[in-house]
């Protein structure tokens, strides 16, 4: 293990050897194309090949080096290793406020998810973030323990001039939080009456508050106070197939919420 150890440090102390690796990997290269490539100088290159024929990582032929297949294999795992920190890195200010009772799927499809978090200037950002996503999209799929005004107000809007498909299942306290404000009330009974939306109640407690947005996947993430912390975003089919999965299983088992239930 150690000298396993030893030679991801050997790669990870040089941005050069991981460069140098990564294009010999590609397709064979010259030593005046890998300087050119690199930007390191020859002597420097000249000591990184050497390196590399020592531990059987390129093969020289006809001028030109190319990775050998342990070479291809160990730039390749280095690689997968730097991409799962950039993931940790990504994900570290936020991950504990993931469902992580949720999530089926292996975190690394959130390597290019949109991280929206609030701040002094932009206290609302999170939710902007969502309102942008739906005020664009033509199918909207919900599942969550809250119903937020904004959202509500524009699913409204976009569902009764016909732009927008809705279905929601929520928990029955975030439909009673809606019924028992008039003003959020009536706006509900309106989006009950849209032809193209469909509102369920489900008696489960829902650990999410997720919106699907034609094929990106929306997730608020609050604390254990329920105060609102980040959310993410991402068009990930991974991420896509457990959000549809997990919408269809509350889904199924919700019952349908009638003006007269209302």
Do not use: C
């Given at each position: 293990?150690?000298?396993?150890l030893e030679?991801i440090?050997f790669?990870?102390?040089?941005?050069?050897?991981?460069?140098a690796?990564?294009?010999?990997t590609e397709?064979?290269?010259t030593?005046r194309?890998l300087?050119?490539l690199?930007?390191a100088s020859?002597?420097t290159l000249?000591?990184?090949l050497h390196?590399f024929e020592?531990?059987?990582?390129?093969?020289?032929e006809?001028?030109a080096?190319?990775?050998?297949v342990t070479g291809?294999?160990?730039?390749?795992?280095f690689?997968?290793?730097?991409?799962?920190l950039?993931t940790?890195?990504e994900?570290r200010?936020?991950?504990?406020w993931l469902?992580?009772e949720?999530?089926s799927?292996d975190?690394?499809?959130?390597?290019e998810a949109?991280?929206?978090?609030p701040s002094r200037?932009?206290?609302?950002a999170?939710?902007?973030r969502v309102?942008d996503l739906?005020g664009?999209?033509?199918?909207?799929?919900v599942?969550?323990?809250?119903?937020n005004e904004q959202?509500l107000e524009?699913?409204s809007?976009r569902t009764?001039s016909?732009?927008?498909?809705?279905?929601?299942v929520?928990?029955?306290t975030?439909?009673?939080?809606?019924?028992?404000?008039?003003?959020l009330?009536?706006?509900?009974?309106?989006?009950?009456?849209?032809?193209?939306?469909?509102?369920r109640?489900?008696?489960?407690?829902?650990p999410?508050a997720m919106?699907i947005t034609d094929s990106?996947?929306h997730?608020f993430?609050?604390?254990?106070n329920?105060?609102?912390?980040?959310s993410?975003?991402?068009?990930?089919?991974?991420?896509y197939s457990?959000a549809?999965?997990?919408?269809?299983r509350?889904?199924?088992?919700?019952t349908p919420?009638?003006?007269?239930?209302?």
């Open positions: 293990m150690e000298s396993a030679e440090e790669l990870a102390l040089s941005p050069n050897r991981v460069e690796l990564t294009y010999l397709t064979a290269h030593r194309e300087v050119e690199t930007g020859q002597p000249g000591r990184i390196d020592d531990r059987g990582w390129i093969e020289r006809d001028g080096y190319r990775a050998t291809t294999l160990v730039s390749r795992g690689s997968e290793l730097v991409e799962i950039d940790d890195l994900l200010p936020i991950v504990r469902p992580a949720a999530i799927f975190l690394e499809h959130l390597t949109t991280i929206t978090k200037v932009r206290p609302n999170p939710v902007k309102l739906l664009t999209a033509t199918d909207v799929r599942v969550s323990y809250a119903f959202s524009l699913i809007e009764a016909g732009d927008q498909e809705f279905d929601g929520f928990s029955s975030a439909i009673d939080a809606l019924a028992d404000d008039s003003q009330r009536d706006q509900l009974r309106d989006l009950l009456t849209a032809e193209n939306a469909t509102i109640i489900s008696e489960e407690s829902i999410v919106t990106t996947v997730l993430l609050r604390d254990d329920g105060i609102l912390q980040a993410l975003d991402v068009d990930e089919p991974e991420v457990w549809t999965e997990l919408f269809e509350y889904w199924n088992d919700a919420l009638t003006i007269d239930r209302l």
